[in-house]
């Protein structure tokens, strides 16, 4: 059974660009959560997605928006990139909405120059 | 502000003794919680968990303690393996949120 996959899985970008990644949950998991990870922090909750709506959002501006699609996968967009964006973005599938273990994907490292 | 807390940045163990991993958090409405686990180039992997209904939850040589009253868990290893070598990462489910823990990194010695 394939697990949480995204991808890319490393990304490098400038100062102003805009980046889409990916992830694609475990099969039959319909919950989808994002988390940006800074070295020596714990991940950061961005969003949640259940059944191709949002249904939570984390303290990170508007540059950064996402969508499900309705085969449950998943993208996250940020636009006008900072120095400060730099991380790890880990994506996380879940059972339900509410689903008390998430399961996460290997993540996609984003250096921006 | 943050609800959950790991103060023990890293801590070294040698092969074989227990690890002791600890975490705090603040949120009296959290009910529940897990364990993380993360080597380098991957994303954490579910360890184990315990609902606030327990004190005490085991799986094989991982055993996950809560103390409600002190608002602290601990994760126990043993024994500990050179493989268990990671950040570990203590979280709690929150409205549609989880919320992590800055990780504590174990490092166990052969």
């Known amino acids: 059974d394939a697990g949480v996959t995204q991808s890319p899985t490393h990304l490098i970008k400038t100062r102003g660009q805009h980046v889409t990644l990916r992830c694609s949950p475990i099969?039959?998991?319909?919950?989808v959560s994002w988390y940006q990870q800074v070295l020596g922090q714990g991940p950061q909750f961005i969003f949640q997605?259940?059944?191709?709506?949002?249904?939570g959002r984390g303290n990170f501006p508007d540059r950064f928006s996402a969508r499900q699609f309705p085969n449950y996968s998943s993208e996250l967009n940020v636009n006008a990139l900072l120095l400060g964006d730099s991380a790890l973005y880990l994506c996380?599938?879940?059972?339900?909405?509410?689903?008390?273990?998430?399961?996460f994907g290997p993540g996609t490292r984003l250096l921006v120059l | 502000d943050q609800q959950v807390k790991q103060n023990s940045p890293s801590l070294s163990v040698q092969e074989g003794r227990i690890s002791i991993l600890n975490c705090d958090y603040t949120?009296?409405?959290?009910?529940?919680f897990l364990w993380y686990k993360k080597y380098p180039a991957e994303g954490p992997t579910f360890l184990i968990s315990?609902?606030?209904?327990?004190d005490k939850n085991e799986d094989g040589r991982f055993t996950v303690f809560l103390n409600k009253s002190a608002k602290h868990l601990s994760l126990h290893i043993v024994p500990s393996q050179p493989g268990d070598s990671a950040v570990y990462f203590c979280?709690?489910?929150?409205?549609?949120?989880?919320?992590f823990g800055p990780g504590t990194r174990l490092s166990v010695l052969p």
């Open positions: 979280a709690a489910p929150y409205g549609q949120n989880f919320v």
């Open positions: 996380a599938s879940s059972l339900m909405e509410g689903s008390e273990t998430q399961y």
């Open positions: 949120n009296s409405m959290f009910d529940y």
């Open positions: 315990i609902s606030s209904i327990k």
């Open positions: 099969s039959g998991h319909k919950s």
């Open positions: 997605y259940y059944e191709k709506e949002e249904r």
